[in-house]
Protein backbone atom coordinates (compact mmCIF):
# COMPACT_ATOMS: atom_id res chain seq x y z
CA UNK A 1 0.00 0.00 0.00
CA UNK A 2 2.91 2.81 1.16
CA UNK A 3 4.53 1.19 -2.01
CA UNK A 4 1.41 1.79 -4.42
CA UNK A 5 1.06 5.26 -2.50
CA UNK A 6 5.28 6.49 -3.36
CA UNK A 7 4.62 5.56 -6.58
CA UNK A 8 1.89 7.70 -7.17
CA UNK A 9 4.55 10.48 -6.51
CA UNK A 10 7.54 8.80 -8.52
CA UNK A 11 5.53 8.31 -11.96
CA UNK A 12 5.86 9.64 -14.83
CA UNK A 13 9.16 7.50 -15.49
CA UNK A 14 11.96 9.53 -17.16
CA UNK A 15 14.58 9.17 -19.48
CA UNK A 16 12.99 7.41 -23.03
CA UNK A 17 16.22 6.47 -25.04
CA UNK A 18 15.18 6.50 -29.09
CA UNK A 19 16.42 5.62 -31.97
CA UNK A 20 15.30 7.17 -35.56
CA UNK A 21 12.53 8.71 -33.41
CA UNK A 22 11.00 5.45 -31.90
CA UNK A 23 12.26 5.06 -28.33
CA UNK A 24 14.29 2.17 -27.53
CA UNK A 25 14.74 1.57 -23.63
CA UNK A 26 13.32 3.84 -20.53
CA UNK A 27 15.04 4.14 -17.37
CA UNK A 28 13.00 3.91 -14.31
CA UNK A 29 13.86 7.47 -12.68
CA UNK A 30 16.28 7.84 -9.42
CA UNK A 31 12.62 8.44 -7.11
CA UNK A 32 11.54 4.74 -7.88
CA UNK A 33 14.62 3.21 -7.77
CA UNK A 34 14.86 4.67 -4.17
CA UNK A 35 11.78 3.19 -3.59
CA UNK A 36 12.15 0.03 -4.51
CA UNK A 37 15.43 0.03 -2.47
CA UNK A 38 14.12 0.89 0.97
CA UNK A 39 11.50 -1.96 -0.04
CA UNK A 40 14.30 -4.25 -1.26
CA UNK A 41 16.16 -2.81 2.38
CA UNK A 42 12.86 -4.59 4.30
CA UNK A 43 13.18 -7.78 2.40
CA UNK A 44 16.19 -8.89 3.38
CA UNK A 45 15.52 -7.63 6.85
CA UNK A 46 13.00 -9.88 6.83
CA UNK A 47 14.89 -12.35 5.30
CA UNK A 48 17.73 -12.01 7.60
CA UNK A 49 15.26 -12.37 10.30
CA UNK A 50 13.64 -15.74 9.54
CA UNK A 51 16.84 -17.01 8.80
CA UNK A 52 18.39 -16.44 12.17
CA UNK A 53 14.75 -17.82 13.28
CA UNK A 54 15.27 -21.01 11.60
CA UNK A 55 19.31 -21.83 12.27
CA UNK A 56 18.60 -20.43 15.65
CA UNK A 57 15.28 -22.93 16.54
CA UNK A 58 17.16 -26.03 15.57
CA UNK A 59 20.44 -24.85 17.39
CA UNK A 60 17.86 -24.51 20.68
CA UNK A 61 16.52 -28.04 19.88
CA UNK A 62 19.87 -29.44 19.73
CA UNK A 63 20.67 -27.81 22.65
CA UNK A 64 17.79 -29.04 24.60
CA UNK A 65 18.47 -32.84 22.94
CA UNK A 66 21.67 -32.62 23.80
CA UNK A 67 20.69 -31.66 27.75
CA UNK A 68 18.49 -34.39 27.67
CA UNK A 69 20.97 -37.11 26.79
CA UNK A 70 23.67 -35.43 29.67
CA UNK A 71 20.99 -35.46 32.26
CA UNK A 72 19.41 -38.45 31.62
CA UNK A 73 21.14 -41.09 30.11
CA UNK A 74 22.15 -44.13 31.83
CA UNK A 75 24.77 -43.83 34.20
CA UNK A 76 25.29 -40.37 33.42
CA UNK A 77 25.79 -37.89 36.53
CA UNK A 78 22.74 -35.73 36.95
CA UNK A 79 24.37 -32.08 36.19
CA UNK A 80 25.42 -30.27 39.26
CA UNK A 81 25.23 -26.70 40.50
CA UNK A 82 21.75 -24.97 39.85
CA UNK A 83 18.79 -26.91 38.41
CA UNK A 84 17.82 -24.71 35.86
CA UNK A 85 19.80 -23.11 32.78
CA UNK A 86 19.15 -22.39 29.08
CA UNK A 87 21.63 -21.87 26.89
CA UNK A 88 23.73 -19.75 26.32
CA UNK A 89 23.94 -19.31 30.18
CA UNK A 90 25.31 -16.30 31.62
CA UNK A 91 27.15 -17.75 34.30
CA UNK A 92 26.51 -18.92 38.13
CA UNK A 93 23.69 -18.57 39.75
CA UNK A 94 22.88 -16.33 42.78
CA UNK A 95 26.00 -14.54 43.34
CA UNK A 96 26.40 -11.05 44.38
CA UNK A 97 29.04 -8.53 43.40
CA UNK A 98 31.49 -7.90 45.93
CA UNK A 99 30.36 -4.97 48.38
CA UNK A 100 27.22 -4.90 47.29
CA UNK A 101 26.28 -7.92 50.06
CA UNK A 102 26.64 -6.61 53.85
CA UNK A 103 24.02 -3.46 52.88
CA UNK A 104 20.50 -4.78 54.19
CA UNK A 105 19.73 -3.50 57.42
CA UNK A 106 16.35 -4.31 59.00
CA UNK A 107 15.12 -0.49 59.25
CA UNK A 108 14.28 2.24 57.88
CA UNK A 109 12.21 1.73 55.07
CA UNK A 110 10.74 -0.78 49.70
CA UNK A 111 8.14 0.21 52.65
CA UNK A 112 10.82 0.61 55.52
CA UNK A 113 14.04 -0.85 53.61
CA UNK A 114 16.86 1.29 52.45
CA UNK A 115 18.49 2.18 48.47
CA UNK A 116 20.09 -0.74 47.54
CA UNK A 117 23.81 -0.26 46.26
CA UNK A 118 24.10 -0.25 41.79
CA UNK A 119 24.44 -3.71 41.00
CA UNK A 120 23.49 -5.12 44.46
CA UNK A 121 20.53 -7.63 42.63
CA UNK A 122 22.20 -8.75 39.70
CA UNK A 123 18.56 -11.08 38.67
CA UNK A 124 16.46 -7.69 39.60
CA UNK A 125 14.71 -6.99 37.00
CA UNK A 126 11.82 -4.79 35.75
CA UNK A 127 8.84 -5.77 33.74
CA UNK A 128 7.48 -2.33 31.41
CA UNK A 129 3.77 -2.88 29.87
CA UNK A 130 4.01 -0.08 27.35
CA UNK A 131 6.94 0.96 28.40
CA UNK A 132 5.67 2.26 31.83
CA UNK A 133 7.14 -0.03 34.41
CA UNK A 134 4.34 -2.43 36.33
CA UNK A 135 5.81 -4.95 38.04
CA UNK A 136 9.35 -6.37 39.50
CA UNK A 137 10.89 -10.02 38.11
CA UNK A 138 13.85 -12.23 38.83
CA UNK A 139 16.09 -13.94 35.95
CA UNK A 140 16.22 -17.49 36.77
CA UNK A 141 18.05 -18.63 33.59
CA UNK A 142 19.79 -16.85 30.65
CA UNK A 143 16.45 -16.07 28.77
CA UNK A 144 14.00 -16.47 31.51
CA UNK A 145 12.17 -14.10 34.01
CA UNK A 146 10.06 -15.37 37.13
CA UNK A 147 7.55 -13.14 38.11
CA UNK A 148 3.89 -13.19 39.54
CA UNK A 149 0.94 -13.86 37.02
CA UNK A 150 -1.19 -11.05 38.45
CA UNK A 151 1.49 -8.50 36.29
CA UNK A 152 -0.51 -9.60 33.18
CA UNK A 153 -4.44 -9.65 34.43
CA UNK A 154 -5.63 -7.56 31.49
CA UNK A 155 -2.74 -7.40 29.53
CA UNK A 156 -1.00 -10.89 28.82
CA UNK A 157 0.09 -10.21 24.64
CA UNK A 158 3.82 -10.93 24.86
CA UNK A 159 4.11 -7.96 21.95
CA UNK A 160 3.43 -5.24 24.83
CA UNK A 161 5.88 -5.90 27.28
CA UNK A 162 9.47 -5.14 27.38
CA UNK A 163 11.85 -6.33 30.29
CA UNK A 164 14.78 -4.43 31.95
CA UNK A 165 17.80 -6.08 33.01
CA UNK A 166 19.72 -5.25 35.86
CA UNK A 167 22.21 -2.01 35.97
CA UNK A 168 25.63 -2.81 36.55
CA UNK A 169 27.14 -2.58 39.67
CA UNK A 170 28.55 0.70 38.39
CA UNK A 171 25.96 2.18 37.59
CA UNK A 172 26.19 0.75 33.79
CA UNK A 173 23.04 1.27 31.71
CA UNK A 174 20.17 -1.66 31.92
CA UNK A 175 19.56 -3.13 28.90
CA UNK A 176 15.65 -3.10 27.83
CA UNK A 177 14.90 -6.39 26.55
CA UNK A 178 11.44 -7.41 25.04
CA UNK A 179 9.08 -10.53 25.74
CA UNK A 180 8.80 -13.33 23.75
CA UNK A 181 6.36 -14.89 25.78
CA UNK A 182 4.43 -15.26 28.74
CA UNK A 183 3.75 -18.23 30.84
CA UNK A 184 1.48 -17.96 33.36
CA UNK A 185 0.95 -20.70 35.75
CA UNK A 186 -2.08 -22.48 33.88
CA UNK A 187 -3.56 -22.59 37.75
CA UNK A 188 -3.50 -18.96 38.96
CA UNK A 189 -6.45 -18.34 40.30
CA UNK A 190 -7.14 -13.66 40.10
CA UNK A 191 -9.84 -13.66 42.67
CA UNK A 192 -7.72 -15.63 45.34
CA UNK A 193 -4.27 -15.18 43.55
CA UNK A 194 -3.91 -18.87 44.17
CA UNK A 195 -0.32 -20.06 42.26
CA UNK A 196 0.68 -16.28 41.18
CA UNK A 197 3.55 -17.33 39.50
CA UNK A 198 4.49 -16.29 35.67
CA UNK A 199 7.41 -17.34 33.62
CA UNK A 200 8.40 -14.86 31.07
CA UNK A 201 10.92 -15.72 28.02
CA UNK A 202 13.08 -13.04 26.82
CA UNK A 203 13.44 -12.00 23.38
CA UNK A 204 17.22 -12.54 23.39
CA UNK A 205 18.97 -14.52 26.03
CA UNK A 206 21.19 -11.96 28.91
CA UNK A 207 24.85 -12.21 27.87
CA UNK A 208 27.73 -12.63 30.22
CA UNK A 209 29.21 -9.59 29.03
CA UNK A 210 26.17 -7.74 31.08
CA UNK A 211 25.75 -7.46 34.37
CA UNK A 212 22.75 -9.48 34.63
CA UNK A 213 22.77 -12.30 35.95
CA UNK A 214 20.22 -15.58 37.40
CA UNK A 215 19.44 -16.30 41.12
CA UNK A 216 19.05 -20.15 41.95
CA UNK A 217 16.25 -22.00 42.14
CA UNK A 218 15.57 -24.31 45.09
CA UNK A 219 16.74 -27.50 45.03
CA UNK A 220 14.26 -28.79 47.15
CA UNK A 221 10.62 -28.09 47.84
CA UNK A 222 10.91 -26.66 51.17
CA UNK A 223 11.75 -22.98 52.48
CA UNK A 224 14.70 -22.61 55.43
CA UNK A 225 13.33 -22.69 58.73
CA UNK A 226 11.04 -20.26 59.99
CA UNK A 227 13.28 -16.81 61.14
CA UNK A 228 15.75 -16.97 58.69
CA UNK A 229 16.19 -13.40 57.46
CA UNK A 230 15.61 -13.02 54.07
CA UNK A 231 15.86 -10.22 51.53
CA UNK A 232 13.35 -8.09 49.37
CA UNK A 233 14.04 -5.48 46.60
CA UNK A 234 12.46 -3.64 44.18
CA UNK A 235 11.08 -0.44 43.00
CA UNK A 236 7.56 -0.25 44.59
CA UNK A 237 5.90 2.47 46.25
CA UNK A 238 7.82 3.54 50.05
CA UNK A 239 4.41 3.53 51.45
CA UNK A 240 0.93 2.26 50.67
CA UNK A 241 -0.38 4.75 47.71
CA UNK A 242 2.80 6.22 47.86
CA UNK A 243 5.32 7.40 44.90
CA UNK A 244 7.40 4.73 43.41
CA UNK A 245 11.18 4.29 44.08
CA UNK A 246 13.56 6.12 42.04
CA UNK A 247 15.85 3.48 42.67
CA UNK A 248 15.63 -0.06 43.75
CA UNK A 249 14.89 -0.55 47.63
CA UNK A 250 15.67 -3.49 49.36
CA UNK A 251 14.76 -4.57 52.77
CA UNK A 252 15.36 -7.80 55.29
CA UNK A 253 12.49 -9.79 56.45
CA UNK A 254 12.32 -12.76 58.08
CA UNK A 255 10.24 -15.69 56.86
CA UNK A 256 7.17 -16.62 59.35
CA UNK A 257 5.62 -19.84 59.89
CA UNK A 258 2.48 -20.92 58.34
CA UNK A 259 0.36 -21.05 61.56
CA UNK A 260 1.34 -17.31 62.17
CA UNK A 261 0.62 -16.41 58.21
CA UNK A 262 -2.74 -17.77 58.47
CA UNK A 263 -3.56 -16.35 61.94
CA UNK A 264 -2.40 -13.13 60.34
CA UNK A 265 -3.77 -13.25 57.29
CA UNK A 266 -7.00 -15.02 57.29
CA UNK A 267 -8.00 -17.64 55.44
CA UNK A 268 -7.16 -15.68 52.56
CA UNK A 269 -3.36 -17.30 52.70
CA UNK A 270 -3.09 -20.18 51.36
CA UNK A 271 0.18 -21.84 52.08
CA UNK A 272 0.42 -25.01 50.11
CA UNK A 273 1.59 -22.30 47.42
CA UNK A 274 2.24 -18.79 49.30
CA UNK A 275 4.35 -17.78 52.29
CA UNK A 276 4.47 -14.79 54.26
CA UNK A 277 7.52 -12.69 55.50
CA UNK A 278 7.66 -9.62 57.71
CA UNK A 279 7.33 -7.70 60.38
CA UNK A 280 3.76 -7.80 63.17
CA UNK A 281 5.05 -5.44 64.23
CA UNK A 282 4.86 -3.81 60.58
CA UNK A 283 7.05 -0.97 59.29
CA UNK A 284 9.02 -2.91 56.67
CA UNK A 285 7.54 -4.59 53.77
CA UNK A 286 7.25 -4.65 49.85
CA UNK A 287 4.66 -3.09 48.13
CA UNK A 288 2.58 -2.03 45.20
CA UNK A 289 4.73 -2.19 42.50
CA UNK A 290 7.20 -4.50 44.18
CA UNK A 291 5.02 -7.47 42.48
CA UNK A 292 7.20 -10.07 40.82
CA UNK A 293 10.11 -9.34 42.54
CA UNK A 294 12.71 -11.46 45.01
CA UNK A 295 12.29 -13.24 48.54
CA UNK A 296 15.87 -14.13 48.64
CA UNK A 297 17.83 -16.37 51.18
CA UNK A 298 21.43 -16.73 51.35
CA UNK A 299 22.93 -20.08 51.41
CA UNK A 300 26.38 -19.92 53.31
CA UNK A 301 29.10 -22.03 52.55
CA UNK A 302 32.27 -21.52 50.91
CA UNK A 303 30.47 -19.69 48.18
CA UNK A 304 27.36 -17.89 49.50
CA UNK A 305 24.31 -17.96 46.86
CA UNK A 306 21.03 -16.43 47.25
CA UNK A 307 18.28 -19.03 46.65
CA UNK A 308 14.79 -17.41 45.31
CA UNK A 309 12.00 -19.26 47.81
CA UNK A 310 8.90 -16.21 47.13
CA UNK A 311 7.76 -13.78 44.53
CA UNK A 312 5.97 -10.71 45.60
CA UNK A 313 2.47 -11.29 45.53
CA UNK A 314 -0.05 -9.71 47.67
CA UNK A 315 -0.51 -7.89 51.56
CA UNK A 316 -3.18 -5.98 53.31
CA UNK A 317 -1.98 -2.49 53.28
CA UNK A 318 1.54 -2.26 53.37
CA UNK A 319 4.00 -2.15 56.63
CA UNK A 320 0.33 -2.43 58.82
CA UNK A 321 1.18 -3.91 61.95
CA UNK A 322 -0.13 -7.76 62.08
CA UNK A 323 0.45 -7.86 58.25
CA UNK A 324 2.90 -9.45 56.86
CA UNK A 325 3.50 -9.62 53.02
CA UNK A 326 2.53 -12.69 50.86
CA UNK A 327 5.16 -14.09 48.55
CA UNK A 328 4.16 -17.19 46.31
CA UNK A 329 6.16 -20.01 47.08
CA UNK A 330 8.62 -20.93 44.67
CA UNK A 331 9.81 -24.50 45.41
CA UNK A 332 6.69 -25.93 45.12
CA UNK A 333 6.48 -25.15 41.94
CA UNK A 334 9.84 -26.25 41.10
CA UNK A 335 8.93 -29.28 38.77
CA UNK A 336 6.42 -26.87 36.67
CA UNK A 337 9.41 -24.31 36.28
CA UNK A 338 11.62 -27.09 35.25
CA UNK A 339 9.31 -28.82 33.02
CA UNK A 340 8.65 -25.03 30.81
CA UNK A 341 12.00 -23.95 30.72
CA UNK A 342 13.18 -26.89 28.86
CA UNK A 343 10.04 -27.78 26.67
CA UNK A 344 11.72 -28.57 23.35
CA UNK A 345 10.60 -25.06 21.10
CA UNK A 346 9.01 -27.12 18.73
CA UNK A 347 6.35 -28.28 21.64
CA UNK A 348 4.92 -24.97 22.16
CA UNK A 349 2.35 -22.98 19.78
CA UNK A 350 4.70 -19.99 18.39
CA UNK A 351 4.59 -16.53 20.58
CA UNK A 352 3.34 -13.36 18.07
CA UNK A 353 6.90 -12.26 18.46
CA UNK A 354 7.89 -14.84 16.69
CA UNK A 355 5.55 -14.67 14.03
CA UNK A 356 5.87 -11.32 13.21
CA UNK A 357 9.59 -11.92 13.18
CA UNK A 358 9.27 -14.50 10.38
CA UNK A 359 8.76 -13.67 6.77
CA UNK A 360 6.11 -16.57 6.16
CA UNK A 361 6.21 -18.36 2.17
CA UNK A 362 2.95 -18.02 0.21
CA UNK A 363 3.02 -21.73 0.23
CA UNK A 364 4.31 -24.75 2.88
CA UNK A 365 7.30 -25.44 2.92
CA UNK A 366 9.36 -28.18 5.01
CA UNK A 367 7.38 -27.01 8.26
CA UNK A 368 9.93 -28.70 10.30
CA UNK A 369 12.33 -25.50 9.96
CA UNK A 370 9.83 -22.81 10.34
CA UNK A 371 7.36 -21.52 13.01
CA UNK A 372 4.76 -23.32 11.93
CA UNK A 373 5.91 -27.19 12.75
CA UNK A 374 3.98 -26.66 15.92
CA UNK A 375 0.54 -27.13 13.96
CA UNK A 376 1.51 -29.98 12.24
CA UNK A 377 1.85 -31.96 14.87
CA UNK A 378 -1.77 -31.30 15.90
CA UNK A 379 -3.56 -31.78 12.70
CA UNK A 380 -4.48 -35.26 11.85
CA UNK A 381 -4.30 -36.31 8.47
CA UNK A 382 -1.99 -36.86 5.66
CA UNK A 383 0.76 -35.71 5.31
CA UNK A 384 0.81 -33.23 2.28
CA UNK A 385 -3.03 -31.87 3.60
CA UNK A 386 -1.64 -31.51 6.86
CA UNK A 387 1.57 -29.02 5.59
CA UNK A 388 -1.36 -27.07 4.25
CA UNK A 389 -3.62 -26.84 7.11
CA UNK A 390 -0.72 -26.42 8.96
CA UNK A 391 0.38 -23.33 7.08
CA UNK A 392 -3.10 -22.19 6.86
CA UNK A 393 -3.83 -22.21 10.98
CA UNK A 394 -0.14 -20.88 11.10
CA UNK A 395 -0.48 -17.68 8.78
CA UNK A 396 -4.02 -17.42 10.47
CA UNK A 397 -2.37 -16.36 13.97
CA UNK A 398 0.07 -14.12 12.51
CA UNK A 399 -2.88 -12.27 11.52
CA UNK A 400 -4.32 -12.01 14.79
CA UNK A 401 -1.14 -11.49 16.06
CA UNK A 402 -0.71 -8.66 13.96
CA UNK A 403 -3.65 -6.93 15.29
CA UNK A 404 -2.66 -7.39 19.08
CA UNK A 405 0.79 -5.57 17.91
CA UNK A 406 -1.43 -2.11 18.83
CA UNK A 407 -2.34 -0.71 22.32
CA UNK A 408 -4.69 -1.08 23.91
CA UNK A 409 -5.36 -4.69 22.34
CA UNK A 410 -8.61 -5.12 20.57
CA UNK A 411 -9.69 -7.82 22.80
CA UNK A 412 -7.59 -10.11 25.54
CA UNK A 413 -8.81 -13.43 24.26
CA UNK A 414 -7.75 -13.17 20.75
CA UNK A 415 -3.94 -11.72 21.88
CA UNK A 416 -3.34 -13.83 25.09
CA UNK A 417 -0.42 -15.74 25.56
CA UNK A 418 -0.20 -18.66 23.25
CA UNK A 419 -1.21 -22.03 24.87
CA UNK A 420 1.76 -23.88 26.09
CA UNK A 421 2.38 -27.39 25.70
CA UNK A 422 4.14 -30.48 27.40
CA UNK A 423 7.34 -30.69 27.31
CA UNK A 424 7.38 -34.14 24.63
CA UNK A 425 5.20 -33.22 21.44
CA UNK A 426 2.91 -35.84 21.08
CA UNK A 427 3.56 -38.57 17.95
CA UNK A 428 1.50 -37.45 15.41
CA UNK A 429 0.33 -39.56 11.58
CA UNK A 430 1.22 -36.42 9.78
CA UNK A 431 4.88 -36.34 11.34
CA UNK A 432 5.71 -39.36 13.02
CA UNK A 433 7.59 -40.81 10.22
CA UNK A 434 9.85 -37.61 9.66
CA UNK A 435 10.60 -37.39 13.83
CA UNK A 436 14.16 -36.65 13.67
CA UNK A 437 14.40 -39.09 17.07
CA UNK A 438 13.48 -41.94 15.34
CA UNK A 439 16.67 -41.10 12.23
CA UNK A 440 19.28 -43.51 13.60
CA UNK A 441 21.72 -42.62 17.15
CA UNK A 442 24.96 -40.65 17.50
CA UNK A 443 26.88 -41.38 20.82
CA UNK A 444 23.84 -42.80 22.51
CA UNK A 445 21.83 -39.76 21.91
CA UNK A 446 18.70 -40.84 19.64
CA UNK A 447 18.03 -37.87 17.22
CA UNK A 448 21.41 -35.81 17.82
CA UNK A 449 22.58 -36.44 14.69
CA UNK A 450 19.99 -35.43 12.21
CA UNK A 451 19.31 -32.18 13.98
CA UNK A 452 22.94 -31.53 13.94
CA UNK A 453 22.85 -32.17 10.05
CA UNK A 454 19.66 -30.11 9.78
CA UNK A 455 21.32 -27.50 11.77
CA UNK A 456 24.73 -27.41 9.61
CA UNK A 457 22.35 -27.68 5.75
CA UNK A 458 20.63 -24.78 7.53
CA UNK A 459 23.13 -23.03 8.27
CA UNK A 460 24.49 -23.62 4.93
CA UNK A 461 21.73 -22.33 2.72
CA UNK A 462 21.08 -19.28 4.99
CA UNK A 463 24.55 -18.25 5.51
CA UNK A 464 24.92 -16.09 2.11
CA UNK A 465 21.94 -13.78 4.69
CA UNK A 466 23.41 -14.04 8.05
CA UNK A 467 26.79 -13.37 6.90
CA UNK A 468 26.12 -9.78 5.81
CA UNK A 469 26.36 -7.78 9.06
CA UNK A 470 23.21 -5.49 9.85
CA UNK A 471 25.07 -1.87 9.22
CA UNK A 472 25.48 -3.05 5.76
CA UNK A 473 21.78 -5.14 5.03
CA UNK A 474 20.93 -2.55 2.13
CA UNK A 475 19.87 -3.02 -1.06
CA UNK A 476 20.55 -0.58 -3.57
CA UNK A 477 18.66 -0.42 -6.78
CA UNK A 478 20.78 1.00 -9.15
CA UNK A 479 19.37 0.99 -12.59
CA UNK A 480 16.58 -0.69 -13.86
CA UNK A 481 16.50 -0.69 -18.17
CA UNK A 482 12.99 -1.37 -19.66
CA UNK A 483 12.56 -2.55 -23.42
CA UNK A 484 10.35 -0.20 -25.02
CA UNK A 485 9.64 -3.18 -27.82
CA UNK A 486 9.30 -5.95 -25.71
CA UNK A 487 5.87 -5.66 -24.35
CA UNK A 488 3.98 -8.67 -23.02
CA UNK A 489 0.27 -9.63 -23.19
CA UNK A 490 0.18 -8.45 -19.38
CA UNK A 491 1.26 -5.47 -19.97
CA UNK A 492 4.98 -5.54 -18.49
CA UNK A 493 8.30 -4.70 -19.91
CA UNK A 494 11.05 -6.67 -20.39
CA UNK A 495 14.23 -5.25 -17.73
CA UNK A 496 17.44 -5.17 -16.83
CA UNK A 497 18.41 -4.67 -13.15
CA UNK A 498 21.88 -4.00 -11.73
CA UNK A 499 21.83 -3.88 -7.66
CA UNK A 500 23.69 -4.05 -4.85
CA UNK A 501 23.57 -5.17 -1.56
CA UNK A 502 26.76 -4.54 0.62
CA UNK A 503 30.08 -4.94 -1.74
CA UNK A 504 28.06 -7.59 -4.13
CA UNK A 505 26.73 -5.93 -7.53
CA UNK A 506 24.01 -8.17 -9.30
CA UNK A 507 22.61 -7.80 -12.47
CA UNK A 508 19.36 -10.05 -13.61
CA UNK A 509 16.54 -9.89 -16.12
CA UNK A 510 12.79 -9.41 -15.00
CA UNK A 511 9.34 -7.56 -16.17
CA UNK A 512 8.91 -4.24 -15.30
CA UNK A 513 5.46 -2.03 -15.63
CA UNK A 514 5.47 1.56 -16.73
CA UNK A 515 2.50 2.95 -15.42
CA UNK A 516 1.36 3.32 -12.43
CA UNK A 517 -0.74 0.24 -12.17
CA UNK A 518 1.40 -2.26 -13.82
CA UNK A 519 4.44 -0.90 -12.07
CA UNK A 520 3.18 -1.27 -8.76
CA UNK A 521 2.43 -4.90 -9.87
CA UNK A 522 5.64 -6.14 -11.47
CA UNK A 523 7.84 -4.70 -8.13
CA UNK A 524 7.58 -7.40 -5.20
CA UNK A 525 8.47 -9.67 -7.89
CA UNK A 526 11.46 -7.75 -8.46
CA UNK A 527 12.27 -7.84 -5.28
CA UNK A 528 11.64 -11.49 -4.66
CA UNK A 529 14.70 -11.73 -8.11
CA UNK A 530 16.92 -9.80 -6.56
CA UNK A 531 16.84 -11.65 -2.88
CA UNK A 532 17.57 -14.62 -5.33
CA UNK A 533 20.13 -13.04 -7.25
CA UNK A 534 22.53 -12.15 -4.41
CA UNK A 535 21.82 -15.43 -2.93
CA UNK A 536 22.83 -17.49 -6.11
CA UNK A 537 25.88 -14.77 -6.59
CA UNK A 538 26.93 -15.65 -2.87
CA UNK A 539 27.03 -19.47 -3.55
CA UNK A 540 28.74 -18.96 -6.31
CA UNK A 541 31.29 -17.06 -5.06
CA UNK A 542 31.42 -19.73 -1.86
CA UNK A 543 31.62 -22.84 -4.94
CA UNK A 544 33.08 -21.18 -7.90
CA UNK A 545 33.81 -24.68 -9.44
CA UNK A 546 30.04 -25.66 -8.58
CA UNK A 547 27.16 -25.82 -10.88
CA UNK A 548 26.30 -22.61 -12.81
CA UNK A 549 23.99 -21.57 -10.75
CA UNK A 550 25.02 -18.37 -10.75
CA UNK A 551 25.39 -17.29 -14.33
CA UNK A 552 22.68 -15.05 -14.49
CA UNK A 553 24.73 -12.62 -11.66
CA UNK A 554 27.95 -10.14 -12.55
CA UNK A 555 27.58 -9.91 -16.60
CA UNK A 556 27.31 -6.25 -16.67
CA UNK A 557 24.50 -4.13 -18.83
CA UNK A 558 26.84 -3.63 -21.52
CA UNK A 559 25.54 -7.11 -23.30
CA UNK A 560 23.90 -6.89 -26.67
CA UNK A 561 20.93 -9.26 -26.71
CA UNK A 562 17.89 -10.04 -24.34
CA UNK A 563 19.15 -11.18 -21.49
CA UNK A 564 17.26 -14.62 -20.06
CA UNK A 565 13.87 -14.02 -18.16
CA UNK A 566 13.28 -16.04 -14.98
CA UNK A 567 9.66 -17.17 -15.12
CA UNK A 568 9.57 -19.17 -12.06
CA UNK A 569 10.00 -17.15 -9.48
CA UNK A 570 7.06 -16.74 -6.78
CA UNK A 571 5.68 -13.73 -6.15
CA UNK A 572 6.51 -11.96 -3.04
CA UNK A 573 4.44 -9.45 -0.40
CA UNK A 574 6.00 -6.01 -0.11
N1 LIG B 1 0.34 -6.70 44.76
C1 LIG B 1 1.38 -5.76 44.89
C2 LIG B 1 1.94 -5.45 43.50
O1 LIG B 1 1.27 -5.75 42.52
C3 LIG B 1 2.42 -6.22 45.86
C4 LIG B 1 1.93 -5.99 47.21
C5 LIG B 1 2.80 -6.47 48.26
N2 LIG B 1 2.22 -6.00 49.47
C6 LIG B 1 2.70 -6.19 50.67
N3 LIG B 1 2.12 -5.65 51.67
N4 LIG B 1 3.76 -6.92 50.87
O2 LIG B 1 2.95 -4.82 43.33
Redesign the pocket.
Known amino acids: MLLAVLLLLLLPLSDPRSAHGHPLYMRLPPSTLQALSAQGTKVLQAAQRSALWAVNRVAMELQHRLHECRGSGPGRPSPQGPLLQDPPEPGPCGERPPGTVNVTRAHGRI ?1 GGSAAPPGAWPWLVRLLLGGQPL ?2 GVLVAASWVLT ?1 A ?2 FAGAPNELLWTVTLAEGSRGEQAEEVPVNRILPHPKFDPRTFHNDLALVQLWTPVSRAGAARPVCLPQRPREPPTGTACAIAGW ?1 ALFEDGPEAEAVREARVPLLSADTCRRALGPGLRPSSMLCA ?1 YLAGGI ?8 GPLTCSETGPRPREVLYGV ?9 PG ?4 YTRVAVFKDWLQEQMSAAPSSREPSCRELLAWDPPEEPLAAAATPCAFYAHLCPGPPGACARLAHQQCLQRRRRCGHCARWPTPCSSCCGAPRSCSARPRPHPCTAERRPEQRGEANGCPGLEPLRQKLATLQGTHAWILQVPPEHLAMDFHEVLADLGSKTLTGLFRAWVRAGLGGRHVVFGGLVGLEQATLARSLPRLLVQALQAFRLAALEKAEPQGPQIGARQERGLGRTGHHPLSPQVPPARP
Open positions: VCGAHCGGDSCQGDSGTSWGDGCGEKPGV
